[in-house]
């Protein structure tokens, strides 16, 4: 029409999108303003435009759902990491409280409530005469990184011996106080030692026999007769 201004292709689509998606009462005279061809093309890129957007909507959700469910499954294993735990601490406690039990009985058993104590996992000795600690002393015993472990039960001192030297697999080693309790395994002073107690036993221990300091292993050769019990526990 002579005297009229056109707008190009795009203005014109997106004009007509807008009156489209709007749902105005001028979208009636579109045809009036414009060519069919303007109109096809703006619906189709309003039809290319939803699609698009329920593309993205589909992606979105697929993308919260799998998030969703890692979610869960993440806590799933935390839950049953939970439980695994608690069930084994419960069990821990349960052998803790039997272990005690035990030990309360073995010393029950034993006449008089004198005997000699060597608690491993304290890594004290004590010897209790008629029920009262007359000594303590920290010690160190079997080394348990190489599996030279002291023998855990209720033994009996069955000799005594000054100034032995102790043999062994590659080891050769002189002790003024020997007290054996069970086999080849002792109590009797350490002077190579310069300390005891603590967590040396686990990587420096002995090769299985309780170390003890010597003016402590001294006062038990004098005070512990042939026939003391030894109770050696965890």
């Known amino acids: 029409v002579p005297g009229t201004l056109r707008m190009d292709q795009a203005a014109e689509r997106q004009y007509i999108t807008n009156l489209i998606t709007s749902g ?11 060519s069919v061809t303007a109109q096809a093309e703006a619906v189709t890129e309003q039809t290319d435009t939803t699609a698009a957007d329920k593309e993205a909507i589909a992606d979105k959700t697929a993308s919260i759902i799998k998030s969703a469910s890692e979610l869960a499954a993440l806590e799933r294993a935390e839950i049953e990491k939970a439980a695994i735990a608690a069930a084994k601490e419960a069990i821990e406690k349960a052998a803790e409280a039997n ?11 034993i006449p008089d409530h004198t005997y000699i ?20 002393s920290d010690i160190v015993t079997g080394n348990t990184s190489r ?3 002291t023998p ?3 033994y009996s001192i069955y000799g005594k011996q000054r100034n032995r ?15 054996p309790f069970i086999g080849n395994y002792g109590l009797h002073d350490a002077t190579w030692r310069s300390a005891f107690g603590g967590t040396i036993y686990q990587k420096s221990g002995s090769h299985g026999c309780v170390n003890l300091p ?3 292993a001294a006062i038990l050769y004098d005070t512990a007769p042939v ?4 109770f050696v526990h965890q």
């Open 227 to 230: 026939g003391t019990p030894v």
């Open 165 to 179: 030297t102790l043999k062994g697999d590659n080891y050769e080693s002189f002790v003024n106080y020997w007290m």
């Open 99 to 109: 272990r005690l039990a035990e030990n309360s009985a073995i010393v029950a058993s």
């Open 152 to 154: 855990q039960g209720l």
């Open 214 to 216: 010597k003016s402590m």
């Open 147 to 149: 599996h030279n472990d």
């Open 117 to 136: 104590d060597v608690d491993i996992t304290a890594q004290k000795l004590t010897y209790y005469i008629n029920g009262g600690a007359t000594l303590v």
């Open 24 to 34: 105005s009462s001028e979208a009636s005279h579109v045809p009036m303003m414009t």
